[in-house]
């Protein structure tokens, strides 16, 4: 498992952080989810989606953490369109004190992900800060 980006990204004082990881196996995708709760405590949730070899096919995951909105699915659609195999996007959020609802919720997920995965594709790079 290798750490690709990671980012921060803001909605109406709630913070998201985005990271995006290249994995090779179901295994990665739950020390990935250890990493996200250790790394953020403070964390509401963390959700996330991931693309892994299986054989000769590729299969998926996706979690929701108890957050409104499906956000784990929508982190999957995100690497599905972007054709990120091998992949683990991970968001945790820690809550403002304004709810956003299920709408806002998932938009603020995608919009997370996808700056994470945009910040990879741009850059190559590992940090970032998006608000």
């Known amino acids: 498992m290798k750490e690709l980006s990671a980012i921060k990204y803001e909605v109406r ?3 998201f952080f985005a990271h995006l990881y290249l994995i090779e196996s179901e295994e990665d995708v739950a020390a990935i989810n250890r990493i996200q709760r ?3 405590k403070k964390a509401a949730h963390h959700c996330y989606a991931a693309r892994y ?3 000769n096919s590729v299969s998926t995951a996706f979690g929701n953490d ?3 909105g499906r956000p784990g699915r929508v982190l999957l659609d995100i690497l599905v369109q972007k054709n990120l195999d091998s992949h683990c996007l991970a968001v945790s959020r820690v809550f403002g004190g304004i709810k956003l609802g299920p709408a806002g919720v ?3 997920f995608r919009d997370a992900g ?3 995965v945009e ?3 741009e850059s190559g790079s590992v940090s970032g800060d998006s608000s």
């Open 66 to 68: 108890g957050e409104v």
């Open 114 to 116: 996808n700056a994470a």
């Open 106 to 108: 998932s938009r603020a």
């Open 13 to 15: 004082k709630s913070r």
């Open 38 to 40: 250790e790394l953020y």
């Open 53 to 55: 070899s299986s054989g």
């Open 119 to 121: 910040h990879y594709l």
